[in-house]
């Protein structure tokens, strides 16, 4: 069944959701206290857990995904939110015990004898995430992994521009795990605005970056550590010798997956001035080629609501009215009865245009031109960070020059978005993309405390500190100084 909007919360659902968040926050306070460090073997069990829950539930993925999207592919929900999250958890599953081990540092004998110290990563507590409507169980249940691997426990708060999915993500999570341990909350924006306001442990939020300040800005009232997973227009730089095929089906096929509903989707592609007519006969053959009729096939996931598919089709309109060349690529119509629409590019947009100045979320792809790619580096170093960059480039030495020139949370080279695909990789934006990391090893460093520890050996001068500052600490002193 497709759905036009989110279901609306009424005040009484938000303010029963309200109370039972801060039921389960105390509950599993207390019970961290309890069990403030688990071993190895209950925190694999805890991922073993996990993954057994997704492949349970794998249909049944399908199913709320097509009734929130109105159209998602299978393969799509089986790569991204089922896939996806296994192998998070078999990743970090293999490497716990690793990850778990004190890491040593240095001390001077001469001063510190036998004495050791080492950085102990410790579980922080109770974790709350905040996770989006696009990857809604990915983005839930990916980090999640991190968050267990790191011994803490969590209360997951998804989107309610979802229904079907966080229904299904609370009835998952409620079978699987006692909820002192792992626990969803469902609601609308009231909860939204009392969850990050809790003494949490840390907090994690995905989403928007103006959503991302006002939760900074809740957080801070009890100085809550934070990790944020922002946005940003996200740019693909295609170097002269890298018109082709591969750069630009790439570009393409990074676009329309969920439809351009991904946070590190490429926002807008740079490309030669003296190549922008080959770059789009490439992009209009390809997409005849290779996705002919994909707005109306059941490859091209719905967009959201019909508040966010009239936004997508009004980027179009102004910059057709403004003059801007708009190319559609396939012949398809946008239909708004399951909210699919089909690729389009702009050429050289204005700046004025909100296409330009909004992160696009949906199937449009704006191409810049350029004389010399140091215009392209000056226009992304002039604006926020993003949270993906990517160079397409024949050379390595050259797609590396722009890496080394520019700033973003992540990058590829010579492909699109596959920073956020590996568990083993750290992925998160930088400024106005956001702040922290998650997955692998990161992610667990994320979610622990890295306390440093000291244990005190034979010999050394530590109580040369303590007063009365006599001899000793003079001797010490002028072993330094020559004194």
Not at 110 to 129: C, D, E, L, S
Not at 204 to 229: M, S, W
Not at 338 to 346: D, E, G, H, K
Not at 398 to 415: C, I, K
């Amino acid at each position: 069944m497709a759905i036009t909007e989110p279901r609306t919360q009424t005040a009484g659902e938000d303010q029963g959701a309200i109370e039972e968040l801060h039921e389960v926050f105390t509950a599993q306070k207390a019970a961290f206290l309890k069990d403030t460090y688990p071993s190895v073997a209950e925190r694999r069990s805890r991922l073993e857990a996990l993954t057994g829950m997704v492949v349970t539930h794998r249909d049944r993925i399908h199913e709320a995904l097509r009734e929130d999207f109105a159209v998602h592919p299978d393969a799509l929900s089986d790569m991204v939110e089922v896939l996806t999250v296994m192998g998070r958890a078999a990743f970090a599953h293999q490497h716990l015990e690793e990850w778990m081990q004190p890491e040593s540092r240095e001390t001077d004998p001469n001063f510190y004898g036998t004495t050791r110290a080492a950085i102990v990563q410790q579980p922080k507590g109770v974790v709350g995430n905040m996770s989006p409507w696009n990857f809604p169980f990915d983005l839930s249940l990916g980090p999640l992994v991190d968050i267990l691997a790191a011994g803490n426990r969590a209360i997951l708060k998804p989107s309610e521009y979802t229904p079907a999915c966080a229904e299904l993500l609370r009835e998952m999570v409620s079978a699987t795990y006692d909820r002192d341990l792992v626990a969803v909350v469902t609601g609308g924006l009231e909860l939204a605005k009392v969850f990050p306001t809790l003494r949490w442990d840390h907090l994690l939020y995905t989403g928007n970056t103006e959503v991302g300040r006002l939760i900074a800005k809740a957080a801070a009232e009890n100085l809550t550590p934070l990790t944020l997973e922002l946005g940003g227009k996200s740019p693909a730089f295609v170097l002269d010798d890298a018109v082709d095929d591969l750069a630009v089906g790439n570009i393409l096929g990074t676009k329309m997956i969920k439809n351009g509903q991904m946070c590190i989707a490429p926002d807008f592609a740079f490309v030669p001035r003296g190549r922008l007519d080959e770059f789009v006969e490439i992009a209009q053959r390809l997409y005849h080629e290779r996705t002919p009729e994909y707005a109306a096939s059941e490859d091209c996931t719905g967009i959201i609501s019909e508040r966010h598919f009239e936004r997508v089709r009004g980027l179009l309109d102004e910059a057709r009215n403004g003059g801007a060349r708009v190319v559609d690529l396939g012949s398809e119509r946008a239909d708004p009865a399951t909210r699919r629409m089909p690729m389009a590019l702009i050429i050289d947009p204005d700046e004025s245009l909100r296409v330009m100045r909004e992160e696009i979320f949906g199937p449009i792809l704006p191409v810049k031109t350029y004389d010399d790619v140091e215009e392209a580096i000056e226009y992304v170093n002039s604006r926020e960070r993003p949270l993906g960059l990517y160079v397409f480039s024949a050379h390595e030495s050259a797609a590396q020059d722009v890496l080394d020139r520019t700033v973003s949370g992540g990058a590829a080279v010579n492909a699109c978005a596959a920073q956020g695909a590996l568990p083993s990789l750290g992925f998160g934006g930088v400024g106005h993309s956001g702040s922290g990391r998650h997955h692998g090893i990161d992610g667990f460093r994320e979610f622990s405390n890295p306390r440093g520890v000291v244990f005190r050996g034979e010999g050394g001068m530590l109580d040369a500190f303590l007063p009365p500052y006599g001899p000793e600490t003079q001797a010490l002193i002028g072993s330094i100084f020559g004194g």
